[in-house]
């Protein structure tokens, strides 16, 4: 065999190899990008301390209240508005009341796990496929507030909040994945 | 779609499988890859006005991936163990099957090469890029490159034909 051989025969590898992604998703991924990019504020970092590829939402102190079709529970801690399109945007002033905001967006269709402390149930687990194109057709934008896109969940696939990183007196900074739903850990 | 990138789909169907390839035979998963290549295409699709005018787009796509890929890994070292870079062509990725047109032999042996010679490998012969575009993309000597494919080009034969190697006297 002759070093052309060898090479084609390397070459030829990547025929079996497909990229399956729509060029559609790239473009709204790329819009989705353009448009951080225009946003004061959210230039590129705001991302970047995103652990294990999740999503990190800063909510500013104090809030802006988006009315919605629906009275928003207006609570201290957090603000959880569901909007008729069925997307739902979430608040956090303080990080208080986990379980409210978790039995809230239970209550609202999302399965969901919210720990601001401690650890989560061990009953979680990281759904494997999460991508950053999920991330972006799940979370929609990145906030704040955090939005999320019920409809885009895959099934079988909760999301998960917990606390990127607080200091006192800082924006609180939440960090959301996409986690395998299951009763232990999501609820169902 | 946007209107004013009425060509990046047509890049983006030509060089989609030849971006996803090479940044596979990088970083070993197959589902990783696509998601990192996705991203360096969108992001592509970003900034198309400048990157349209890169002198090798599809290189530009594969060094954003790959990029993404190191900053990706520092940020989850304390969660994720490297692969063992010979073990990746055994086990295949998710959904991948065994009967994939890959040949694993080969997909271990590229693997196996050092870092810059798997770089110029893939440059060279997977997205087709002349010596002078290689060694633009990865900011080396032409000449470099060149030694580079021929130690890689060594490497590999004595790795896939171990008996053929032998015979040949150096």
């Known amino acids: 065999m002759t070093d052309d051989d060898l090479i084609t025969l ?20 790329g819009r989705a990008l353009r448009a951080r990019r225009r946003i004061p504020g959210l230039a590129a970092g ?9 999503l990190a939402v800063t909510a500013l102190l104090p809030a802006s209240h988006r009315p919605g079709p629906q009275p928003p529970a207006q609570l201290a801690a957090w603000t959880v508005t569901k909007q008729a399109d069925g997307t739902i945007t979430v608040t956090v002033r303080q990080l208080r009341d986990p379980q409210g905001l978790q039995r809230r967006l239970r ?12 650890h989560e149930p061990r009953a979680c687990q990281r759904y ?11 979370f929609g934008g990145h906030g704040p507030p955090l939005v999320i896109h019920p409809k885009a969940l895959p099934h079988g696939v909760g999301i998960q909040l917990n606390p990127l990183h ?23 | 779609m946007g209107t004013n990138r009425p060509d990046f789909a047509e890049f983006y169907r030509r060089s989609k499988d030849e971006c996803l390839f090479t940044v596979l035979v990088s970083v070993g998963d197959r589902d990783t890859a696509q998601d990192l290549v996705a991203e360096a295409f969108a992001r ?3 900034s198309w006005r400048t990157v349209s005018r890169h002198p090798a787009p599809a290189a530009w796509v594969v060094r954003t991936a790959l990029n993404a890929h190191v900053s990706r890994w520092r940020r989850r070292r304390r969660e994720v163990s490297l692969a063992d870079p010979g073990a990746i062509a055994d086990r295949p990725a998710a959904g991948e099957t065994f ?16 870092e810059r010679q798997r770089q110029v490998v ?23 490159v060149q030694a580079h494919l021929g130690r890689a080009i060594a490497a590999l034969r004595a790795d896939l034909m171990p008996e053929r190697h032998k015979e040949i006297p150096s």
């Open chain 1, 166 to 188: 607080h200091r006192h007196g800082a924006p609180i900074a939440l960090a959301a994945g996409l986690v395998r739903a299951s009763p232990g850990c999501t609820g169902t």
């Open chain 1, 128 to 138: 494997p496929r999460m991508s950053a194109i999920l991330m972006a057709e799940v």
């Open chain 2, 99 to 114: 009967d994939s047109p890959v040949d694993p032999r080969i997909m271990a042996a590229l693997t196996r090469l050092p």
């Open chain 1, 10 to 29: 390397v070459r030829e590898q990547h025929a079996g190899v497909e990229m399956t992604t729509p060029v559609e998703q790239i473009i709204v991924r």
């Open chain 2, 122 to 144: 893939t440059l060279r012969l997977f997205l087709d890029l002349d010596t002078a575009r290689t060694a633009a993309a990865l900011g080396i000597a032409p000449g470099t």
């Open chain 2, 44 to 46: 592509a699709w970003a």
């Open chain 1, 46 to 54: 705001a991302l970047a301390v995103a652990a294990a590829a999740a």
């Open chain 1, 107 to 118: 209550a609202d269709g999302v399965p969901a796990i919210v720990t601001f402390f401690g």
